[in-house]
RNA sequence: CCGGCGGUGGCGGAGCGGUCAAUCGCAUCAGACUGUAAAUCUGACGGGCUUGUCCCUGCGUAGGUUCGAAUCCUACCCGCCGGACCA
C-alpha cells in the first residue's frame, strides 16, 4: 500500500486529523508505528464503540500500524463508573470488555489477534516513567486548563467533582507519551486530551515521543461520535449537541453490539427519523458511518406498490433520494435493522455461549 | 473541628403538624393520529390484588413529642458553602 493510500484509509470517515499534513512525514519514516485508543470500561460495549471505532482500529492496523487498545481501569474508577470499585472494573476490563471489542472487530472482518490489550493498572504499576510524566504534564498545563478538560469524562465544564477527576486529562495525556503512541485514536468528545497532549509534546523531560532525534507531537485522529436514536432536545445548541449523542444511560439511545434481533428491531422501529431530513437524523448517519464505511452498493427492498427495490452506489445517492422524500423512513428503517441483525451476527453468537454469557450477566448486574 | 444551608418518587422540584402515595415539570410505558419515529391528544406512572371512598410500604438513618409528622425535637450519616487548624 502506498503512502497516499495509507493517508486516505486513516484519514477516511473522521471528523478531522490532527494535522493531517504530519502523517506523509510519518509513514515515510520506515519506522514501526504504534496506535493507541484509551477505552473507559463504562458499561456494554455499543455500536460507537464497538463498529466506529473498531472501524478506524482496523484502519490503522490495515495500513501496518501496530493497534493498542488500552483499557482505561483507573480512569473509569476516577469517573466512579461500574461503582467506582477499581478490582470489579479490571475484571470487567479483562473480562468482558476485551472479549466484546475483540467479537466486534471480528463483526467487522478484522483479526483480534491484531489488536494488542493493555490494561491500564498493570501499566503504571512500578512504571516510574508514567507517574513523572503525569506530573510532567500537570507542570506544562494550568489549572483552568485542566478543569475545563472535565469535559472528556462527560462531565459539564464548571460542574462540581471531586478532585481526582482533575488528575484524569493528566493521566490520559501521560498514556500517550508513556507508551510512545504515535498516534492517539480517540472519539472527538476526547479532544481537549489529545489538544493538550500536542501542546505539551515539546516540553515533557521524561518521555518525549521523538522519532531518532527529532520529537514530534502524537497525531490526534477523532472519529465521528454516532448520533443517538431518540430525538434531540435542549434548548442550547450545547445541550443539543450533548443530547444527540449515543449514549449508555439512555437504554434505547443505544444499540449494544450483542443485542438480540428483536431488540435491534424494536430499537430502530421507535428511532427518530423525520422524513426527507437528514441532519441529525440517527438513521441516517448511521447508514452513512456503519453501512456506506463497508459497503459499494446496497439494495434497499421496498414494497412493489409502493414503487420497488432501491439500488445506492454510495452514501450521497441515497442522502439525495432521501431528502426528496424518494426512500421513505420505513423502508430505510427495515434495510438498516436488517443489515445490523447480520452485521453483528458473530459477537451475538459469541455473547449467547456460556463464558461471555456469564460475563456480560455480571456486567448488567452491577448497573 | 466549628458555623450556615440542604437531603422528598427514575430525575428536577413543591409541600413545612391532619383532607399526602405526596401539586408540577421531565423521562418512561400504553392507546389515537401519520406507511416509521417526532409533534399533538388521551390514559398509566411506589407495590399488591378481590381495581376498591381496598391493603401495604414510603419523604437520609434511628429514636422522641403529639390523638395525628415529610412537616416539630434529639442524635447520627451524607452533600454543598464558609471558617478554624496549619509543626
Redesign the pocket.
Known amino acids: 500500500m502506498d503512502i497516499k493510500e495509507k493517508i486516505n484509509l486513516i484519514s477516511r470517515l473522521t471528523e478531522e486529523v490532527i494535522e493531517k499534513d504530519e502523517l506523509e512525514f510519518l509513514f515515510s519514516q520506515n519506522i514501526p508505528l504504534k496506535h493507541y485508543i484509551g477505552l473507559e470500561i463504562s458499561g456494554k460495549i455499543h455500536l460507537g464503540t464497538g463498529l466506529v471505532c473498531m472501524q478506524k482500529v482496523k484502519d490503522f492496523a490495515d495500513v501496518g500500524v501496530k493497534v493498542h487498545i488500552f483499557l482505561a481501569d483507573y480512569h473509569t474508577w476516577i469517573n466512579d463508573k461500574l461503582n467506582g470499585d477499581l478490582e470489579t472494573i479490571k475484571k470487567i476490563a479483562v473480562g468482558y470488555f476485551k472479549e466484546g471489542l475483540s467479537v466486534a472487530y471480528k463483526c467487522l472482518g478484522g483479526n483480534p489477534k491484531d489488536l494488542n490489550f493493555i490494561l491500564a493498572s498493570d501499566f503504571y504499576h512500578n512504571n516510574d516513567i508514567f507517574w513523572q510524566t503525569v506530573i510532567d504534564v500537570s507542570k506544562n498545563t494550568s489549572l483552568s486548563r485542566m478543569q475545563r478538560s472535565i469535559t472528556i469524562l462527560g462531565k459539564k465544564e464548571g460542574g ?1 467533582v ?1 478532585f481526582a477527576k482533575l488528575l484524569y486529562p493528566a493521566m490520559q495525556v501521560a498514556d500517550i507519551f508513556a507508551g510512545g503512541f504515535h498516534f492517539s485514536h480517540a472519539g472527538l468528545d476526547q479532544r481537549k486530551a489529545n489538544v493538550i497532549a500536542r501542546d505539551v509534546a515539546n516540553h515533557l523531560k521524561f518521555s518525549p515521543l521523538k522519532i531518532g532525534d527529532k520529537i514530534i507531537k502524537p497525531i490526534a485522529v477523532h472519529n465521528h461520535l454516532l448520533l443517538g436514536l ?2 434531540p ?1 435542549g434548548d442550547s445548541e450545547e445541550d443539543l449537541q450533548t443530547s444527540m449523542k449515543m449514549s449508555k444511560s439512555k437504554p ?1 439511545s443505544a444499540i449494544f453490539i450483542h443485542d438480540s434481533e428483536d431488540e435491534i428491531i424494536r430499537k430502530i ?7 426527507k431530513e437528514t441532519e441529525l437524523n440517527p438513521i441516517i448517519d448511521w447508514v452513512k458511518y456503519l453501512i456506506f464505511s463497508r459497503e459499494e452498493k446496497i439494495v434497499i427492498e ?2 412493489p406498490e ?1 414503487g420497488g427495490n432501491f439500488e445506492f452506489r454510495n452514501f450521497e445517492e441515497l442522502e439525495k433520494s432521501y431528502k426528496s422524500g424518494e426512500l ?4 430505510l ?1 427495515n434495510f438498516v435493522a436488517g443489515y445490523l441483525i447480520e452485521l453483528l451476527r458473530p459477537a451475538r453468537d459469541h455473547f449467547a455461549k456460556s463464558e461471555p454469557k456469564k460475563m456480560l450477566e455480571e456486567l448488567e448486574a452491577l448497573m
Open positions: 462540581e471531586d431518540s430525538k432536545t434505547d422501529k421507535k428511532a427518530y427519523c423525520p422524513e421496498r414494497n409502493h421513505h423512513p420505513v423502508d428503517k
